[in-house]
């Protein structure tokens, strides 16, 4: 597999919304092969040498993959409703609220598209 596929979109969240693409009239999801979702991992430089002795643990990996594509999902949404609408909707925005709730950072989120 062609790596750069796994870069493209220069921004991180958006190479998390490129992890599915059409080939050959497929749909190829990089997330759900554990080596390749590693390989994307190593790619946007989101491993750190501890990080993979712990995900070499089956559960641990499986675990991470569902949580990359729960909050891909949430991606495609917002990349959708940017697209479509110019602005996020209250659902979304409370959406990626509860997301980064546990995280140990303070995003502010904006509704609307900034141009």
């Known amino acids: 597999m062609d790596k750069s596929i796994f870069t493209l979109g220069g921004a991180l969240w958006i190479n998390l919304v490129n992890t599915t ?24 430089s989101l491993l750190r040498e501890s990080d993979e002795l712990y995900l070499e643990q089956k559960e641990s990996l499986d675990s991470l ?5 729960s909050i891909r999902t949430l991606c495609n949404i917002i990349l959708s409703e940017i697209t479509q609408r110019g602005e996020l909707s209250l659902e979304t925005t409370n959406r990626i609220k509860k997301v980064v709730e546990n995280l140990q ?11």
Request: charged share 20%; aromatic share 4%; glycine share 0%.
């Open 105 to 115: 950072i303070n995003p502010t989120i904006n509704s609307k598209m900034i141009n």
């Open 21 to 44: 693409y059409i080939s050959n009239k497929q749909k190829i999801d990089i997330l759900a092969n554990a080596s390749s979702a590693l390989q994307w991992l190593k790619e946007n």
């Open 65 to 69: 993959i569902v949580e990359l594509q």
